[in-house]
C-alpha cells in the first residue's frame, strides 16, 4: 500500500505536490507538522514539503491574524463584556504566563496555530508579534516533524 502511495505521490509531480501540501499546512489540526511528516513519509522530498507545508499554514494563520481584530469588533458591538469562558480563562493564564512566544511555541499542541493567533489578537496583542512567534513555530514544529518522519523511514527501512 505505501509503494502504491508513493509511486503515486511522485506521478502526481512536483506542483501537485506542492499544492496539496499547502492546503494540509492551511487546515487547522494538520497544520506545517502534519503536512510535512505526511509529505516527506509519502515520498515528497524534503526540500518540498516543509516549505510548501509550512507555507500554507502561516498563509492561512496570516488571514486570521488580519481578519481577527475585525471579527472581533464585529462580534463585540452593542454587547456588554461577558465573562470569559473557561477556555479563554486558561488561554489568558498561559498567556500571562509565558507571553506570546511560549503560547506560539508550545500553544500547538493544544490548539491550532490559527487559533491560538486569532486569539492573540482578539485579546489585542500587537499583530507584528504574533506574526513574528507564529511564523518562527509553525517553521520550526514544521521541521521538527519532517525530521520525524525521515527518521521513521529510515528506522523502518521503507525508503
Known amino acids: 500500500m505505501l509503494d502504491w ?3 503515486s505521490v511522485e506521478a502526481a509531480g512536483p506542483l501537485a505536490q506542492a499544492f496539496f501540501l499547502m492546503l494540509g499546512g492551511a487546515i487547522p489540526f494538520i497544520e506545517s507538522y502534519g503536512s510535512s511528516f505526511l509529505g516527506v513519509f509519502v515520498g515528497v522530498p524534503l526540500y518540498i514539503a516543509v516549505p510548501f507545508a509550512v507555507l500554507g ?5 496570516l488571514v486570521l491574524v488580519l481578519g481577527a481584530e475585525k471579527l472581533h469588533n464585529l462580534f463585540r458591538k452593542n454587547k456588554p463584556a461577558a ?3 473557561k477556555r479563554k480563562q486558561k488561554f489568558y493564564r498561559l498567556f500571562e504566563k509565558y507571553g506570546v512566544a511560549g503560547v506560539s511555541l508550545i500553544g500547538q499542541w ?5 487559533i491560538t493567533s486569532s486569539m492573540m489578537a482578539g485579546a489585542g496583542v500587537a499583530k507584528g508579534k504574533i506574526i513574528l512567534w507564529q511564523v518562527i513555530a509553525i517553521a520550526l514544529w514544521g521541521v521538527v516533524f519532517a ?3 525521515t527518521a521513521g523511514i529510515n528506522f523502518m527501512g521503507v525508503a
Open 5 to 7: 502511495l508513493q509511486t
Open 110 to 114: 493544544f490548539l491550532p496555530s490559527q
Open 83 to 85: 465573562e470569559p469562558s
Open 57 to 61: 499554514n502561516i498563509v492561512s494563520m
Open 147 to 149: 525530521g520525524f518522519a
